[in-house]
């Protein structure tokens, strides 16, 4: 809860931080990285620091948070709480690093808004940045207890590359296990780890990867897509895996992390609600592990399964995404092609069309796949009668409609969990 007063200054400065976000932005990280640029090579993702798409999701995260505080000031925004502290667990995030983060946010506020941050503004701004430091904090502190897992360093581990599988021309899976020879924890369908890899210039940056295989197995398995430079250079991470990671190799790699998993209500043995998953390209990754577990567990509900992909021949793991389909008593499988190919009839052609479907009441809704494809399936959804907050969708990318101060994103719509994908998904 904001004070009185700072919620009165926090309302009143609103507009002038949001309208400087883009400028506090860029001097907060040239202040951060030229101070720690060990923080730019190992932590933080260059790429996007580059591309410029995560620069604007921390500050204005905080701006949402403030806004959300001052309009809302009874509820938390647990949705997009729980989102960051999940992708800052997976990174080791520890607490003395928001002291950090705090000194050079703080120093870019007061150089851009200048003689405006008078100390009442300064105190009340300082108020909601250690709000939600603290709630984050206090999240990844569970995070990480029920991991077994001190913050730092040692949140990634080493894992040993088992096995790999070429799957389409630009996909390969990595079949892993612990290097220690531990069993891999738990985890459930649609959830990430954090991945971390030493590149040529000696840089050891990160990526997030979907986990397949079953909770219970001796291996975990991420399928990773090449992302091929077109306005900017090749990925980094994924260009990295695809050119060295051998079996035998060594990643570092994080215990699972992630909110987008299936609901109680689908989950729910004797009334189980029906499930729509929706994917796109590389998508497909937390889909197929849902429906993995799915079939593992016998699950007797209505499942609707739709994806979208170049041909059949880019549409990674599309023989498990048909045969756990398969595996379910009551699933409908559609899959659309841009380029279908001959010999795979069922097949249909062009964009994905739910209005061809039936889609049932009470539908909970998976979305995976580049952003213009989840906004797309949503609109179809919502037109079919789905409630906004029984779509769930996960961004491959820093999900940036969490940092929008605007209430129109899923900080409006708290039960709404997301995780964005990157653009070139499919
Ligand atoms: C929760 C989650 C789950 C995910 N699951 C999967 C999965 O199962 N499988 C999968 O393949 N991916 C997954 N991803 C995406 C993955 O984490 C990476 O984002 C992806 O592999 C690309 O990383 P990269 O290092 O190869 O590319 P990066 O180096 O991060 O580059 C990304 C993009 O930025 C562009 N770029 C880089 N530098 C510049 C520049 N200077 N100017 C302009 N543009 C630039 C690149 O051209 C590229 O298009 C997931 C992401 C998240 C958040
Ligand atoms: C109150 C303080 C903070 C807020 C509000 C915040 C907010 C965010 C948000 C919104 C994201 C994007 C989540 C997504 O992927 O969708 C993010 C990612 C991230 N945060 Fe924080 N953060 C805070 C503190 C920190 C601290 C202290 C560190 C460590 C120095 C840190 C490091 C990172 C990193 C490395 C990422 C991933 C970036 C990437 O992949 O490019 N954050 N944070």
């Known amino acids: 809860m904001l004070s009185d007063r ?27 990285f030229a101070a720690h640029p060990e923080l730019l090579r190992d932590l933080f993702n260059r790429g996007n620091q580059a591309a410029g798409t995560q620069r604007r999701a921390l500050a204005g995260s905080i701006a949402a948070f403030a806004a959300h505080l001052v309009d809302r000031p009874d509820e938390r925004p647990d949705a997009m709480l729980a989102r960051i502290a999940h992708k800052h667990a997976s990174l080791g995030i520890a607490p003395a690093q928001y002291e950090t983060v705090h000194r050079h946010l703080f120093a870019a506020i007061a150089e851009v808004l200048g003689d405006a941050v008078t100390p009442a503004v300064a105190a009340a701004w300082d108020e909601v940045y250690w709000l939600m430091a603290n709630a984050l904090v206090a999240i990844e502190a569970r995070l990480y207890a029920e991991r ?10 080493a894992w040993e590359v088992v096995e790999r599988i070429e799957e389409t021309a630009d996909v390969a899976t990595f079949r892993l296990r612990p290097a220690d020879g531990t069993p891999p924890p738990a985890f459930r369908a649609g959830q990430y780890v954090s991945v971390q890899v030493e590149l040529a210039d000696g840089a050891r940056q990160i990526r997030q990867y979907s986990l397949s295989g079953l909770p219970g197995a001796d291996l975990r398995q991420i399928s990773v897509k090449r992302v091929r430079g077109g306005a900017g250079p090749d990925g980094e991470v994924s260009a990295h895996l695809h050119a060295h990671a051998r079996v035998g190799d060594l990643l570092r790699v994080s215990a699972p992390y992630g909110d987008l ?19 796109a390209g590389i998508g497909v990754t937390p889909m197929v592990a849902m429906l993995e577990q799915l079939a593992a567990t016998g699950h007797r509900g209505p499942v609707t399964v739709v994806h979208a992909d170049r041909s059949p ?34 097949d249909r052609t062009g964009r994905v069309d739910l209005a061809a479907l039936p ?33 769930h969708y996960e961004v491959f990318g820093p999900d940036l409609w969490l ?16 995780t964005v994908t990157g653009s070139r998904a499919a």
């Open 359 to 391: 889609v049932a009441p009470g539908t909970h809704a998976y979305l995976c796949g580049p952003l213009p494809f989840m906004k797309g399936v949503r609109a179809q959804l919502l037109a079919q009668g789905v409630a906004p907050a029984a779509v």
């Open 261 to 279: 998993v299936l609901d109680e209500r689908v989950l729910d043995d004797r009334t189980p609600a029906p499930l729509l998953l929706a994917s």
């Open 403 to 418: 940092a929008s101060p605007s209430s129109s994103g899923p900080v409006g719509e708290a039960t709404m969990s997301s």
């Open 313 to 346: 021949a880019d549409h990674a793991l599309r023989a498990e995404h048909r045969a756990y389909a398969a595996a379910l008593p009551d699933a409908d499988v559609h899959f659309w092609y841009e380029r279908p190919e001959p010999g795979h009839p069922a």
């Open 148 to 157: 077994g897992i001190t913050a730092g360093p040692d949140a990634l581990r």
């Open 6 to 32: 700072s919620a009165a200054t926090v309302r009143a400065t609103l507009p002038a931080v949001g309208a400087a976000i883009e400028n506090i932005t860029a001097r907060f990280y040239d202040g951060l």
